[in-house]
Antibody, heavy 127, light 109 residues
Framework: QVQLVESGGGVVQPGRSLRLSCAASGFTFSSYGMHWVRQAPGKGLEWVAVISYDGSNKYYADSVKGRFTISRDNSKNTLYLQMNSLRAEDTAVYYC????????????????????WGQGTMVTVSS | EIVLTQSPGTLSLSPGERATLSCRASQSVSSSYLAWYQQKPGQAPRLLIYGASSRATGIPDRFSGSGSGTDFTLTISRLEPEDFAVYYCQQYGSSPYVTFGQGTKLEIK
């Protein structure tokens, strides 16, 4: 079945780095843009970053720009989030999410609404 | 950046009742690129509605979305016990940059 599984979370000191992974299965990973979304404890959803299907385009939220890097390896069906210079406010559950594609009269249309989410991986930044 | 404001913050209703959740955007959402998600404790969000009114795969027809421009609504026609959760709206009209509302908690009265 279609599935996303995140890994790599944990407890890290402020200023240190962490790399998250998101393993995809059950769909043609290389055809879909992918996003990272995070949720601080007890708070709402915050968009983090997006990467195009082929990795050629990447965009970031202002809160992480210059510190986080999104990437993908389509040969391994895996999405990554490299997080550097971590801060206490980066503490959150991090979800990877797949964009929605529909086909109308043979035309594929992509929407940045997320039809598949991973289960999330917790990142705690604390000394 | 488009800011989404959801109301009410908390909605207290009983099973069988009708729920109406609101999402207002700070500027017009292009092409009604507005989605709704349901999130239960300890779970990832689930896509309910995209394109303001199109139900995602497998979503029961008691869930419906409407609206355009800056005002959008999620309606649950008859609440089932499993519908009590937090609901988020999301705009993707400024794609690839997306934003979420702060959420509405739907609780059992």
């Amino acid at each position: 079945q279609v599935q996303l599984v995140e890994s790599g979370g944990g407890v890290v000191q402020p200023g240190r780095s962490l790399r998250l992974s998101c393993a995809a299965s059950g769909f043609t990973f290389s055809s879909y843009g992918m996003h990272w979304v995070r949720q601080a404890p007890g708070k709402g959803l915050e968009w983090v970053a997006v990467i195009s299907y082929d990795g050629s385009n990447k965009y970031y939220a202002d809160s992480v720009k210059g510190r986080f890097t999104i990437s993908r390896d389509n040969s391994k069906n895996t999405l990554y989030l490299q997080m550097n210079s971590l801060r206490a406010e980066d503490t959150a559950v991090y979800y990877c999410a797949k964009v929605t594609q529909i086909t109308i009269f043979g035309v594929v249309i992509t929407y940045d609404a997320f039809d598949i989410w991973g289960q999330g991986t917790m990142v705690t930044v604390s000394s | 950046e488009i800011v989404l404001t959801q109301s009410p913050g908390t909605l207290s209703l009983s099973p069988g009742e009708r729920a109406t959740l609101s999402c207002r955007a700070s500027q017009s959402v292009s092409s009604s690129y507005l989605a709704w998600y349901q999130q239960k404790p300890g779970q990832a969000p689930r896509l309910l509605i995209y394109g303001a009114s199109s139900r995602a795969t497998g979503i029961p027809d008691r869930f419906s979305g409407s609206g355009s421009g800056t005002d959008f609504t999620l309606t649950i026609s008859r609440l089932e016990p499993e519908d009590f959760a937090v609901y988020y709206c999301q705009q993707y009209g400024s794609s690839p940059y997306v934003t979420f509302g702060q959420g509405t908690k739907l609780e059992i009265k």
